[in-house]
């Protein structure tokens, strides 16, 4: 066989290998559904020909309040399906609410192929906040939201189950049965998986900027949060990050955290920005 015929059987292999993109999950955000992470989508196959993106409508518009644990058990075995057919991986990539569910996922579903979470504006260390209320909730502000959350009714809400009070935290311990569990600040029969579920990640990437004007605090996005002085605490030094809760210390001393911020950016805009998209998603989707 001479080199022209060698170069003729290995050209198709070569270009092949050059296009073999990951596949993507877009998990939209509250009150949304698949329709608003087309533009994402679009930008993603433009800049990655040939990526097969998923998208899904499951617990789209109002639906996307019901309990946050039922969501991640039927959106988590939605990608386990599209794990199973893609071995070799897929990325993640979690919008507002979808984000927080995405991780759980991770999480919970400790058996996932993801190798790449993007997280854009998601409420990662909970939510304390009245212009997101108000979204919803259109009379409740953040002072006596607790009244609600915290309770059995509140606790069928997604909302309910990421509301963290920074003035009330024995009753978010006593009573919320989300947000505290997956971030292993109350120890479950399930706490080494959901360390486990993230450290699986080759990378972890974390999106929020200043001006979001609905996450509050906006750091929330990247595992910083509220004392009981509305003090805002930075990720390095909050007990999740110190005692490597769910192993973020881990994942940032191996290179694999990544941490991003972009000022004026609206909350409503993360997804279907095309600066964040190309600078925050695309260049950590191979």
Not at 139 to 148: G, P
Not at 223 to 228: N, Q
Not at 256 to 272: A, D, E, R
Request: net charge neutral; aromatic share 12%.
């Amino acid at each position: 066989m001479n080199r022209s015929q060698i170069v003729l059987l290995i050209l198709p292999c070569l270009i092949t290998s050059c296009v073999c993109y990951k596949p993507v999950f877009l998990l939209h955000g509250i009150l949304t559904g698949a329709e608003s992470m087309l533009i994402m989508e679009e930008e993603i196959k433009r800049h990655h020909p040939g990526t097969k993106v998923y998208m899904t409508d499951r617990f789209a518009g109002w639906s996307s309040l019901e309990n946050s644990w039922h969501q991640v058990k039927e959106l988590g075995s939605d990608i386990m399906e599209i794990c199973e057919k893609h071995p070799e991986g897929i990325h993640l990539v979690g919008y507002s609410q979808g984000g927080l569910l995405g991780r759980a996922i991770l999480q919970t579903f400790t058996n996932h192929t993801v190798k790449n979470f993007i997280s854009l504006s998601s409420p990662q260390a909970g939510q304390y906040g009245t212009a997101f209320l108000h979204l919803i909730f259109p009379s409740l502000t953040a002072k006596a939201a607790f009244e609600l959350f915290y309770s059995f009714v509140g606790q069928h809400t997604s909302v309910g189950n990421y509301w963290n009070d920074p003035h009330h935290q024995d009753l978010f311990y006593k009573y919320s049965n989300f947000l505290p569990y997956i971030n292993n600040a109350i120890q479950s029969t399930n706490s080494s998986q959901f360390r486990e579920g993230l450290l699986k990640l080759d990378k972890m990437i974390l999106v929020g900027g200043p001006n979001d004007g609905v996450i509050t605090p906006w750091q929330s996005s990247h595992f910083a949060y509220f004392d009981e002085n509305d003090e805002v605490i930075p990720l390095h030094k909050r007990e999740i990050y110190k005692k490597d809760s769910i192993g973020l210390k881990t994942l940032d001393a191996q290179g694999k955290l990544k941490v991003l911020s972009f000022p004026n950016v609206k909350h409503h805009q993360w997804h279907l920005d095309i600066r964040v998209i190309q600078k925050a998603v695309i260049p950590f989707l191979d």
